[in-house]
Structures are given as C-alpha cells and as structure tokens.
C-alpha cells in the first residue's frame, strides 16, 4: 500500500514541472520562445549640422541724432532740428519714408566719466538720442546712405548686411536639408557598425539655428574719393538636428 502512494507522488511531481516547463518555453509574446530578441525597437539617435550661406539683399543702418545741454526744452528742440536735417538728407539720397523706422528716443544724464557730485565744469548735465533704423533693399547704396546721414550731422552707430524675410527662410531651409543629410550619413555609418540597417525616421528635433549677419558697428572707411565704400561678406545660417533613426539587423 505505501508503495503505491509514492509512485502516486512521483508522479504528480513529474507533472507538475513539465508544466512549468511549457510555461517557460511559452512566455514573451504568443507562440515566440522568450529568449528571443525582439528587434522591433532598435534605434539609432544622431546629431545632424547643417548650414548655408548666400550674398546680403538688404542693407540696415543705424543712425542717431545726438544733443548734449542742460536745457530739456533746449535739446527736444534741437533733436527735432537735426532730425529734420536727417530725414531731409536721406530724402535727397533718395531713401523712402516708410524704410525709415524710430527705434529710439531719449533725454538723460550721459555715463558719468567721474564720479558723482565730482562732474567737471564742460560735462554736459543730459544727453538726448534720436535713433532711427534705415533698410535699403540695394546693399550698394549703403555707402552713399552713410555719407549722407555724416554730412547731416547724424551718428552712423552700425551698418549690418542682412537677407530679406523670404530669402532668410529659404537659406533656412536649405541648412535643414544639409543637417538632415549630416545626419543620416552618421546614422549608416553607426548602423553599419553595430551590424544594422537604417530602415526609417522614428523623431526628428529642430530647434536649434543661427543666423549671422554681416555687421560692421563702427562707421565704414573712406575711400581716396571722400566717398564711403562698405565691403560686404556672405550672411549665413547654421542649424543643428536631432534625429532618431529606426534600424533594423
């Protein structure tokens, strides 16, 4: 009689861990043996730079009318003085009114040079500024521009050569594409490595772009002639990407 339990036991035993054992062969997903790799989720993430570079198109100036005195009444209406002496000149260099734009006006004390309740005698009490932003679609009258603003008695403060709106968004986009070609040839490169295959875009990120105008912040040189002459460079734009990559072995 005890013979017969245990060989009831053992029995019991045997299957018990061969169902175990199918539970084991079974897990992962549906009919897939658990040790398998699942590959499905293989990526490779790079960082793709790109840029583009094009002649200017558009010319910005800086210009100020600048008052020195003690009196505010006395520098508002010199300021509105020069101020038409400006615009007067940028009329006869033919500059249109609506490409003239005030980006600012001011009457205060000037940057002390020593220290305060020290002011020497000849160092005025306020300052005033009448600053305008010029933009010219001809990047070769900028010179003539600057002569002009001088001889009117105006402050050249800057001349930047920049792109028009719709020229700026295409050089963009031309820098994208760049970036975007970086960076798949790192991601083969990478994939080819690690025995894989690009096989598509998972994410792409773009966030992250410079543009860099030509700018000069001192008043341009003069040639022999007395005339103003402005040497001009390439305005670029650089971008960077970030891109995931789905491979594949």
């Known amino acids: ?61 800086r210009l100020a009318v600048t008052v020195e005195g003690d009196d505010p009444s006395a520098i508002r209406s010199q300021l509105a003085s020069g101020t038409s002496d400006l615009r007067s000149a940028l009329s006869d260099a033919n500059v249109a009114t609506e490409d003239i734009e005030t980006v600012g006006y001011s009457i205060e004390e000037p940057p002390r040079r020593v220290p305060p309740g020290e002011r020497a005698e000849s160092e005025p009490e306020l300052r005033g500024v009448h600053t305008f932003e010029v933009t010219l679609d001809d990047t070769d009258r900028a010179g003539t521009v600057v002569d002009a603003a001088a001889d009117a008695g105006a402050e050249v403060q800057s001349v930047r050569f920049t792109l028009a709106e ?55 040189r003069q040639a022999a002639s007395g005339v103003t002459t402005i040497e001009t460079g390439d305005v670029s734009v650089e971008t960077s990407v970030r891109v995931v990559y789905n491979a594949s072995s």
């Open 166 to 220: 719709d020229t700026r968004e295409d050089l963009r986009n031309q820098a994208l594409e760049n970036a975007m070609a970086n960076a798949r040839g790192q991601a083969d490169t990478l994939a080819s490595a690690g025995g894989l295959s690009v096989t598509g875009v998972a994410r792409i990120d773009a966030t992250n772009t410079n543009y860099r105008p030509v700018a000069y912040e001192d008043t341009a």
């Open 1 to 61: 009689m005890r013979k017969t339990i245990a060989l009831a036991l053992a029995a019991t035993v045997v299957l018990t861990v061969g169902a175990a054992g199918t539970v084991l062969a079974m897990g992962g997903t549906g009919t897939q043996p658990a040790q398998t790799a699942d590959t499905s989720s293989q990526t490779v993430t790079v960082a793709g730079d790109g840029s583009a570079s094009a002649q200017p198109d558009q010319a910005v100036l």
